[in-house]
């Protein structure tokens, strides 16, 4: 059990749109549903209408990219009480982004931009994570990032930082597995090290995915199926926390038969 005692959900898929019809009209036996805030969010339209019949049938938890909690840019107030209402209207388990900046001065660039990990920004995102559980009454859960690229005035590692803003900001973690592979990769560390670095305790959630390798460099193109390395993390991450996990495809998306098989191959890893 989680530090938060939010619950566990078992095995689940993300909601993508192409999979909306198959899932109304044949109501498979998928323990949950993961939904990208953004998608429902500023909208009336048939998405919102959707999610609220799936929503009455399953169990839902929100993961968003638009947070942007390391930016210097003051906390989006009106997003926040509108990914609230949206929460509510759900009855979503938890709310999650990513450990991020998305863009400065009021800019988006529709990408999840790396952080230094140094004392300044952990008491700077600390405090901004600390004011959006206030907001939401509610615990948020930060998802550890895929990168390219790392910061020179970086003094610790992504674990490492991870683990001291959790506990400096009493908030949850989702952990990508996905994201672990891809980075170690890129930068040249053990996967090994991360995961012993991970406050289990806090983790809620794990998420796996598939990615593209290009020899010299991953990209977390969430394109399946997942390579076996990838869910042999995800097995040694659920031992260790029993987190609720989500099968993440965002592109070349298969029909929802493929997606689903895919996302079950976690069992042959969970031991």
């Known amino acids: 059990m989680n530090r938060f005692s939010l619950p566990y959900l078992g095995l689940g898929l993300g909601l993508r749109t192409v999979h909306y019809a198959h899932i109304l009209e044949q109501q498979p036996e998928v323990a949950w549903f993961e939904i990208l805030s953004e998608n429902y969010m500023q909208t009336r339209g048939r998405p919102l209408e959707y999610l609220d019949r799936i929503a009455e049938r399953y169990p839902v938890a929100m993961h968003g990219v638009s947070m942007s909690i390391g930016s210097t840019d003051p906390l989006d107030r009106a997003y926040l009480g509108e990914l609230r209402a949206l929460r509510d209207r759900t009855r979503a388990r938890w709310v999650s982004d990513h450990l991020c900046f998305t863009g400065v001065a009021g800019k988006n660039t529709h990408d999840l931009l790396p952080l230094p990990y140094n004392e300044a920004s952990l008491e700077h995102v600390a405090r901004r994570v600390r004011e959006v559980q206030d907001i939401l009454e509610a615990p948020l859960a930060l998802e550890n990032p895929s990168t390219y690229v790392e910061h ?22 989702l952990l990508d597995v996905n994201n672990v592979y891809v980075s170690a990769y890129n930068h040249g560390f053990d996967p090994a090290d991360y995961l012993a670095g991970v406050p289990w305790e806090r983790v809620v959630q794990l998420h796996v995915s598939g990615h593209t390798n290009h020899g010299t460099h991953i990209v977390d193109t969430h394109i399946g199926p997942v390579i076996d390395p990838v869910w042999e993390l995800l097995g040694e991450a659920h031992r260790r926390s029993g987190a609720s996990i989500l099968l993440e495809w965002d592109a070349e998306i298969p029909d929802f038969e493929t997606t689903y098989a895919d996302a079950l191959r976690a069992k042959e890893f969970l031991g």
Request: aromatic residues 10%; negative net charge; proline residues 0%.
């Open 152 to 173: 020179k005035s970086s003094t610790m590692t992504e674990w490492a930082f991870l683990s001291a803003l959790a506990e400096e900001a009493d908030c949850a973690l």
